[in-house]
């Protein structure tokens, strides 16, 4: 009962910030219904991906949890163990685990790195214990983990439904990573651990007056990017995203007690961006999650010059070329 899979990080172009205080915020349903980029690091050492091997044995006498290297305790076994519980329950068995999982990327560095961690659990999970679940019913099992990790199941451009339970909130792809011209530098600015967690954070996202607003702009522009996206239009893909990302970053900012998560550096980079799309007439976006690292959005055409223009930014320590990624996946690689 072994097996090992790979899952990718994503980029939120519309922002799940919030959980929907009508059921438990355990199952992290969230507020409003969001869309992503499932992205594929072309660096050649940092994929933005997360390889997993898991045995289940009747042999072993504890659950034991290791990520890059350092054994999981507290919080961070108890995620693991909010997805894998309610798998086994469905299996109806209950022996002890050994897991092992490798980032190429940073960890909880607004890089998504739970997202790709959870996805990549719960893939390997289901299939040690032989349940034969949709990418769907993967999704809702991921979201358990960290929400964002519902969107990581699939490759490609994904749309989570809110829903209002456990199994009504899950991720769907939209369509496939080919099928959309768009590339990402991702401006790093800091490849620390962020003060406060997106966990922390949702729970105060309804203590800002704009969280509303927010939440009912956000359905509609899922609905909007879903469309534009379907028919290839990145400008207006971009435009959304941008405003999106303005939208959770100034409920962030207005909460109580306030989040910042920019740094001076990210305020740059947004300059930036504005300015090449304004004075150089290059279509050129921008959208940040809970960091202070910028994603820079773009056709391929202009991706080496926008990496160029972005790395001679002061403050800037590097910066990561994303494409979109294709689905998570099962590999016969086992790592223990
Ligand atoms: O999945 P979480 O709990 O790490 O929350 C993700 C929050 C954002 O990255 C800011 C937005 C998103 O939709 O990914």
């Given at each position: 009962m072994?097996?090992?899979?790979?899952?990718?990080?994503n980029i939120?172009?519309?922002?799940?910030w919030?959980?929907?205080?009508?059921?438990s915020?355990s199952l992290?349903?969230?507020?409003n219904?969001?869309?992503s980029?499932?992205?594929?690091?072309?660096?050649e050492?940092?994929h933005?991906?997360?390889?997993t091997?898991?045995?289940?044995?009747e042999?072993?006498?504890?659950?034991?949890?290791?990520?890059?290297?350092?054994?999981?305790?507290?919080?961070?076994?108890?995620?693991?163990?909010k997805?894998i519980?309610p798998l086994?329950?469905l299996?109806k068995?209950?022996?002890?685990?050994k897991l092992?999982?490798?980032?190429?990327?940073?960890?909880?560095?607004?890089?998504?790195?739970?997202?790709?961690?959870?996805?990549?659990?719960?893939?390997a999970t289901?299939?040690?214990?032989?349940?034969?679940?949709?990418?769907e019913?993967?999704?809702?099992?991921?979201?358990?983990?960290?929400?964002?990790?519902?969107?990581?199941?699939?490759?490609g451009?994904?749309?989570w439904?809110?829903g209002?339970s456990?199994?009504?909130?899950?991720?769907?792809?939209?369509?496939?990573p080919?099928?959309?011209?768009?590339?990402?530098?991702?401006?790093?600015?800091?490849?620390?651990?962020?003060?406060v967690t997106?966990?922390t954070?949702?729970?105060?996202?309804?203590?800002?007056?704009?969280?509303?607003i927010r939440?009912?702009k956000s359905?509609?522009?899922a609905?909007?990017?879903?469309?534009?996206?379907?028919d290839?239009?990145?400008?207006?893909v971009?435009?959304?995203?941008?405003?999106n990302?303005?939208?959770?970053h100034?409920t962030?900012m207005?909460?109580?007690?306030a989040?910042?998560?920019?740094?001076?550096?990210?305020?740059?980079?947004?300059?930036k961006?504005?300015?090449?799309?304004?004075?150089?007439n290059?279509?050129?976006f921008?959208?940040?999650?809970?960091?202070?690292?910028?994603?820079c959005?773009?056709?391929?055409?202009?991706?080496?010059y926008?990496k160029?223009t972005?790395?001679?930014i002061?403050?800037?320590?590097?910066?990561?070329?994303?494409?979109?990624?294709?689905?998570?996946?099962?590999?016969?690689?086992?790592?223990?």
């Amino acid at each position: 009962m072994k097996s090992s899979a790979i899952a990718h990080s994503n980029i939120a172009l519309i922002k799940y910030w919030g959980n929907w205080s009508k059921v438990s915020p355990s199952l992290n349903i969230p507020l409003n219904d969001s869309v992503s980029m499932t992205k594929y690091g072309l660096s050649e050492n940092s994929h933005l991906q997360t390889h997993t091997t898991i045995e289940f044995s009747e042999d072993f006498k504890a659950d034991e949890a290791i990520l890059n290297n350092y054994l999981l305790k507290g919080r961070d076994m108890e995620r693991v163990l909010k997805i894998i519980n309610p798998l086994k329950k469905l299996k109806k068995i209950d022996y002890k685990f050994k897991l092992m999982s490798f980032n190429d990327f940073p960890t909880q560095a607004g890089l998504a790195s739970s997202a790709a961690g959870f996805a990549a659990l719960t893939i390997a999970t289901a299939n040690a214990l032989n349940l034969d679940l949709t990418k769907e019913e993967l999704s809702t099992f991921a979201r358990l983990g960290s929400g964002s990790a519902a969107r990581s199941i699939h490759g490609g451009f994904v749309y989570w439904h809110q829903g209002i339970s456990h199994e009504t909130s899950f991720a769907e792809k939209i369509c496939n990573p080919n099928d959309f011209d768009i590339n990402a530098i991702i401006a790093v600015i800091s490849e620390g651990k962020k003060d406060v967690t997106s966990d922390t954070g949702h729970k105060l996202a309804n203590t800002s007056i704009f969280n509303e607003i927010r939440v009912k702009k956000s359905q509609e522009q899922a609905k909007e990017i879903k469309a534009a996206i379907l028919d290839d239009d990145f400008k207006k893909v971009g435009m959304i995203a941008e405003k999106n990302c303005l939208l959770m970053h100034s409920t962030m900012m207005t909460s109580e007690p306030a989040l910042f998560y920019w740094s001076p550096i990210t305020l740059k980079v947004i300059k930036k961006v504005l300015h090449i799309r304004k004075s150089e007439n290059s279509d050129c976006f921008f959208t940040i999650d809970a960091g202070p690292n910028v994603h820079c959005l773009c056709r391929p055409e202009i991706i080496d010059y926008i990496k160029n223009t972005v790395e001679n930014i002061e403050g800037v320590n590097k910066t990561i070329l994303v494409k979109p990624a294709d689905d998570s996946y099962l590999t016969n690689e086992h790592l223990f």
